[in-house]
């Protein structure tokens, strides 16, 4: 098969400065991807609005760019997805995305034929996010959650998966901003709905069984009555479960993350929702060894609403969940594990940067 080039999303993460903000625009996208030769670009964008304080972010997104044989991948984005409630209130939607093989974004020497009889196993990953509140200055965080699964063909050139998104806007106990936003705000009245946009952008892995493999491991933790929390493990192992097949080189990706926050028993019942100065979610440092068929990586989740006046750390209680994919591929394969990082100001809400090429 010709040769193959894309970009795999490895997650996000970011700080304010000087203090915590509420959840109005977040984002993390990939652009075009170009091949010239051997070389392989693009640029990314991250998307952030800070509210109505004065303050600056840094961030920081990981991922693998990769080069291989043997293998089918493509991208794409869904639509605009609309994510409606009732303040205090969980918006949830599940989604049923299905796609043609050929509609997907792909970068191949030579585009190879796929179908599901050559190419029987498929893999969805998340790559990339957009949300946006259709209030200004959004709404205090009470949780923020996407996920794909359950990938599947359901004709011999479609592929359907189900994409699981939740966001849940919330009043803040905060006594002197939280009094202020809970009289309503620009664009949005307390009897309405609260509206967020998203946008998801995803990744389809295919291949037959000799050339392709996945391996999932999802991270469940909980914090109770704290003001920062942060799940990390230090060295994750995951082993292919494939007596018929072994495989030469492998890659990490996400497909999924989910951040449930809620007030501790008894306090601030009526007021859940939270400020923010840290969030990440985001996995890195991936090894293969190739004669045992294990890989080991890195992964964070953090969230954390520490910070100076006027915000007073108010305590929470978190219930996260991470969901990863380790994916075996033979053939002639290359991957260059990276980042990019960027700093946004009080009046940016997004900052695009050129990815160093790979060769």
Request: hydrophobic share 35%.
């Amino acid at each position: 098969m010709a040769n193959s080039s894309a970009y795999i999303w490895n997650g996000f993460s970011y700080v304010w400065d000087q203090s915590p903000h509420r959840l109005s625009i977040l984002g993390s996208q990939f652009g075009k991807v170009t091949v010239d030769g051997a070389a392989v670009d693009t640029t990314h964008d991250f998307s952030l609005k800070v509210g109505t304080i004065k303050d600056a972010a840094d961030y920081k997104v990981s991922y693998s760019v990769i080069k291989a044989d043997d293998i089918f991948i493509g991208t794409a984005k869904t639509g605009e997805l609309k994510l409606a409630s009732k303040i205090e209130k969980s918006a949830t939607r599940t989604d049923t995305i299905r796609v043609k093989v050929r509609n997907l974004v792909t970068r191949f020497d030579q585009m190879p034929l796929v179908r599901r009889s050559t190419m029987s196993r498929v893999k969805v990953l998340l790559n990339g996010f957009h949300i946006e509140s259709r209030a200004n200055p959004g709404w205090y965080f009470g949780g923020l959650a996407m996920s794909v699964y359950g990938t599947r063909w359901v004709s011999e050139e479609e592929i359907e998966f189900s994409l699981y998104s939740f966001v849940r806007p919330a009043w803040s106990p905060d006594p002197f901003t939280g009094r202020i936003l809970n009289l309503g705000y620009d664009g949005w009245e307390v009897n309405e709905d609260c509206v967020y946009k998203l946008t998801v952008d995803f990744t389809i892995i295919a291949g037959a069984p000799e050339n392709v493999a996945f391996a999932d491991s999802t991270s469940k933790f909980t914090h109770v009555n704290v003001t920062s929390a942060s799940f990390s493990d230090t060295e994750v192992d995951l082993a292919f479960a494939e007596p018929a097949h072994r495989y030469r080189e492998a890659f990490m990706g996400m497909y999924g993350f989910e951040l449930y926050l809620s007030s501790p028993d008894g306090v601030t019942p009526n007021a859940t929702g939270r400020y923010f100065r840290k969030l990440s979610a985001n996995v890195g440092d991936f090894s293969y060894d190739e004669a045992r068929q294990r890989g080991t990586f890195q992964r964070q989740l953090q969230f954390s609403n520490e910070g100076p006046w006027p915000v007073l750390p108010f305590p929470w209680t978190l219930l996260a969940q991470h969901h990863v994919a380790m994916v075996g591929v033979n053939g002639s394969f290359s991957r260059r594990q990276s980042s990019v990082t960027g700093r946004m100001e009080t009046d940016d809400t997004s900052d695009s940067k050129k990815l160093d090429a790979f060769h």
